[in-house]
């Protein structure tokens, strides 16, 4: 069964940077081999897999040790909306983390960006231990720039054969998102659990 993720129709900028961050983040998770969903746009949102279950206990999944290695990745991409509800299970119990509309440059004024950037962003009793925080830092290692940032522009060309924006706001988004990712690649690893 498939999920659809209404457009959004207000505020135009933020809701096409939301629409930028959920392509690439997908994109970039399912590279590295993370639990976030395959996302297609279509003329009416986003298209992805229904997941049927909200996961109360990480360690009831089939997939503990990969949702718990995704942490730092979840750190990367400046994700400050990661939450339990935004955990959730498939019918054959595989998990994945949802919602990354708040991530990279999407809904943060720049002043919020320059607040955030070195710090831990999760809001809730993170669910990760040491051991697997660093396997997860060695996942975000693991892709280099130039392959990550040609991820970032394809995923903003998908959503413009969408949504139409003004170019120096698509390569604003691009830019200091591109940015985050350098500076937030180096710090992850010093973050507490
Ligand atoms: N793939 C999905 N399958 C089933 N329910 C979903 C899925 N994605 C989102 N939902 C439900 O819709 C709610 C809103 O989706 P979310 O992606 O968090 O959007 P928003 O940007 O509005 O917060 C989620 O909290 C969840 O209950
Ligand atoms: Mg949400």
Redesign the pocket.
């Known amino acids: 069964m498939e999920?659809i993720?209404r457009f959004?129709e207000e505020d135009e900028v933020h809701g096409i940077y939301?629409l930028f961050s959920?392509v690439f983040v997908s994109r970039l998770g399912k590279s590295l081999g993370l639990p976030v969903?395959e996302v297609r746009l279509s003329h009416d949102g986003l298209r992805?897999?229904?997941?049927?279950k909200?996961v109360e206990d990480v360690n009831s999944v089939r997939n503990p040790a990969q949702l718990k290695r995704s942490l730092p990745f979840e750190e990367w991409v400046l994700n400050i909306?990661l939450k339990q509800?935004?955990v959730?299970a498939d019918e054959g119990g595989n998990a994945?983390i949802?919602?990354h509309?708040?991530s990279l440059f999407s809904w943060k004024p720049l002043y919020y960006v320059y607040e955030v950037i070195g710090k831990p962003v999760t809001r809730f009793k993170l669910w990760s231990d040491d051991a697997h925080y660093r396997e997860g830092v060695e996942i975000v290692r693991s892709i280099d720039k130039a392959t990550r940032d040609s991820l970032l522009r394809e995923s903003v060309n998908e959503v413009l054969d969408y949504k139409r924006l003004d170019q120096a706001l698509t390569e604003d988004y691009i830019t200091i998102s591109s940015k985050i990712l350098d500076y937030r690649e180096k710090i992850i690893c010093s973050f507490k659990n």
Not at 48 to 52: D, E, F, G, P, R
């Open positions: 999920f993720k959004k939301e959920e969903l992805m897999k229904y997941l049927a909200k909306d509800e935004h959730m994945f949802i919602d509309g708040h």
